[in-house]
């Protein structure tokens, strides 16, 4: 399989709902990509849609997880990887991955100290 070049692929984890993960895991259906943290940081923000604003303001419910596991479990992320920062897509129940364009990224705020 060739590897293709895709600008979310330089890293391969991505911040995942603690609710997406595990035995009991939910089905994603909310992702947008944000600008990657660091080398292995895709950008890709993946949630359930279950999540409470009171257990997304815990930083630790959000896992680093790699991208591979997920798109083995349900190849139609895949298809979506390719898309830039600042990219939306959810997916009602039933439905197809339909792209938003009316949601705020939160913007995560990192301490910089200057020498």
């Known amino acids: 399989m060739k590897q293709k070049k895709r600008q979310t692929r330089h890293g391969f984890m991505a911040r995942v709902s603690k609710l997406a993960l595990g035995d009991s895991a939910l ?5 947008y990509k944000t600008i990657p943290e660091h080398s292995n940081d895709t950008g890709w923000r993946l949630f359930t849609g279950y999540e409470s604003a009171e257990f997304l303001a815990e930083f630790s419910n959000l896992e680093p997880f790699p991208l591979e596991p997920m798109c083995e479990a349900d190849p139609t992320l895949d298809e979506l990887l390719d898309s830039n920062a600042g ?10 991955w339909q792209q938003v364009h009316d949601f705020e990224i939160p913007v995560e705020e990192v301490p910089v100290e200057v020498s």
Request: hydrophobic residues 35%; without cysteine.
């Open 27 to 31: 089905p994603i259906r909310f992702m």
């Open 87 to 96: 990219t939306v897509w959810e997916r009602p129940p039933e439905q197809s």
